[in-house]
């Protein structure tokens, strides 16, 4: 039998593994990844919620195996247009295939659409994203903030910026980096202001308790109206304490934004190429959402990670196995 | 000339200042008791107290406006508790809410 082809659009932790899972069942994948590097957000994240490990430890094996099982890899290649037998490169290359795995995973909400909140205008104000490449270039302030702030929901949940879906693993951020920051500073106040709280994972509950009684961070239930600058350079946030009905009002050194993923702008382009359905949220629409999700409305055209919604790092590696598994029975099927 | 009396004043603040707020009790309460931080607000305790039926005791709001250094009003507030404990019976993050009682009324008795 010989090796079929299976092209795998984007190459973070859900494309690698999807690659390596096709290389253990004998098929022939080809990643295409737009960096110039393999390893996709992951590669910026400091440590990884709930167990803290560094996330160089979820994403160098994956780059070592692809290295060492030979896989194909075209770097710095956008993909055009797809269909399930044929994927069209920026600079005019095609690859003919048997099928496609689309792994592009999301895109992070700019958090200055949120103008309120002051993101790129007032100094002090920074997003999960930033906090985690400070955190892993030991770039934090050197002096010990008075008390910090960090915002749940940043681009999810809130239809005023079209985003009305949940992106899921924010809440657990916020929790994870309270704790860092906590452990970095352990004389600082730390809020986080939620709407609710999502511990939807094994650990994240224990950890958010942990947070709690262990590490004394303060949770007010309550979005964060708007964000101003004062004369010393602090911010002025102003919330609601919907638990105790009053408003409330402080100023802080440091207001984190926990910022959602939201659909690629690509998803509209590659749906109308390969005949693929988009959800609501602009997130890929999987056939099913029990026993097809990494299957698409088209045949020979399949999805993994954070193309379908926002996901978990152990989420996205279990739909690698996953996919990689769906592909090889319509290959096999389509062989007869 | 006297000023008229037209029936206006100003208002107190309702808001929650954090900067002008001393969290030093709420602090001191918070290291005796860290347990406390870890309340949800599901208002389990606030259902079952006998007191919160029959009065405006509000167990849980009361420790929440605390921790915020809001203490005006907290301890004769805890005094309408009973100690019945049918609260902590509830709770479900296993807060000892009786001692978070009487942990304020100790610590705000002299406010």
Known sequence: MRARKVVIIGGGVAGMQTALRLRALGEEPIIIEREAQLGGKVRNWYLLFPTFIP????????????????????LGCEVVQFDNHRVELADGERIDCDAVALCSGSTIFDARLKEEYGYGIYDNVYTSVDIERMMAEGRMPERSPRRVAILHCVGSRDEKVCQRHCSKVCCITGVKQAIELKKLYPKADVFNFYM???????????????????????????????????????????????????????????LI?????????????????????LADSGFMRAADLFAGNVRSSREGIFYAGTITAPKSIGEVLNEGVVVADSIVDYLNKQEG | MASVN????????????????????SDEILLEMPELQTCIGCGSCTASC??????????????????????AGAYEEMNKCMLCGKCRLLCPRGINTRGVVMLIKRKLGDF
């Not at chain 1, 060492?68 to 075209?74: A, D, K, L, S």
């Not at chain 2, 037209?6 to 009790?25: A, E, H, Q, T, Y």
């Not at chain 2, 007191?51 to 509000?58: D, M, Q, V």
């Open chain 1, 196 to 254: 609710d709280i999502r511990m939807f994972g094994p650990g994240y509950e224990e950890l958010y308790h942990t947070a709690q009684r262990n590490y004394n961070v303060h949770f007010v239930r309550g979005r964060i109206s708007e964000a101003s600058p004062l004369m010393d350079g602090c911010i002025q946030i102003k919330a609601e304490d919907t638990l105790t009905g009053r408003p409330l009002r402080m100023s802080v050194d440091m």
């Open chain 2, 50 to 71: 006998t007191a919160g039926n029959l009065t405006s005791f509000n167990f849980r709001k009361v420790h929440a406006l605390v921790r915020r250094g809001e203490y």
């Open chain 2, 6 to 25: 037209f029936g206006f004043g100003i208002s107190k603040p309702r808001v929650i200042d954090i900067d002008r707020n001393n969290l030093r009790k």
């Open chain 1, 257 to 277: 934004l926990l910022v959602g993923m939201r659909a690629n702008d690509d998803n509209v382009r590659f749906a109308e190429s390969a005949g693929l359905r």
């Open chain 1, 55 to 74: 996330s160089a430890d979820v994403v160098e094996p994956l780059m070592r195996a692809v290295k060492e099982q030979g896989i194909e890899v075209h």
